[in-house]
């Protein structure tokens, strides 16, 4: 805006009605295969689908960008950058983070979940497993970029308390004209850098090791690490 924003306005009210989402929604359920499914199902309707724009978008993202999706000639780099004998799987205390048994797309999607095994669902499934708000899919605001650098990050947000209500994005400062907006991936995790920090309404455990698997890219500063050693008894 010309003005700028102010502290605690409105930046974005997402209907509910323009929301991707499972018919079970709940505020405290973060992961479903129902909400799996209802990507899919959206991806398979296309033009159809009553969030067509979005999920032409989504459609459109290049692939390879989160490492479960990557060639094996890639994953098998990776593998000797971090000196893991199984990417990803090594015991704490070889090689360097990150260290997660992390499902992918056959364990997930195609073994619990009892879905497809086909391209379009690969993409579905990394398309909501790399943008998603818990369960829902949210447009326009998966697309900010992320940071923890209390100097950037600028805003809050909210999912409905329950069905039918909006998504909500709130300034947490005054924005100047022209800066970015950011979000945080993983707001207030155990070494967030401010103790009097006031929006710590809820607390996530990922570090900038989990934040470039699940979601394909490596944070800026201030980032948190967490090393393991084997030290003996």
Not at 58 to 79: A, F, Y
Not at 102 to 112: A, I, L, N, S, Y
Not at 123 to 141: G, K, N
């Amino acid at each position: 805006t010309m003005g700028g924003i102010e502290d605690g306005d409105i930046i974005a009210r997402i209907p509910w009605d323009l929301i991707v989402k499972p018919k079970d929604y709940s505020l405290n359920t973060y992961w479903s295969c129902e909400a799996l499914h209802e990507m899919h199902r959206q991806f398979l309707l296309g033009d159809e689908s009553p969030y067509a724009p979005y999920v032409n978008y989504l459609k459109n993202q290049p692939r390879g960008r989160i490492v479960n999706d990557w060639t094996s000639e890639g994953k098998e780099l990776l593998r000797k950058i971090l000196d893991h004998e199984v990417l990803f799987e090594d015991e704490f205390g070889n090689g360097l983070p990150p260290k997660i048994d992390r499902k992918d797309f056959k364990e997930v999607w195609v073994k619990e979940c009892g879905g497809a095994d086909t391209e379009l669902a690969r993409a579905a499934f990394y398309q909501f497993t790399s943008r998603d708000e818990d369960t829902l899919m949210v447009p326009f605001y998966d697309m900010h970029n992320h940071s923890n650098d209390l100097k950037k990050l600028n805003t809050i947000s909210a999912k409905p308390k329950k069905a039918g209500k909006p998504f909500m994005l709130n300034a947490i400062r005054d924005i100047e004209p022209g800066e970015q907006i950011f979000i945080s991936y993983n707001r207030c995790h155990p070494c967030w850098p401010d103790e009097s920090y006031r929006d710590c309404t809820s607390w996530s455990h990922y570090g900038t090791p989990q934040l470039f698997d699940i979601f394909g890219f490596l944070e800026d500063l201030p980032q948190m690490w967490n090393f393991r050693m084997n030290v003996g008894t």
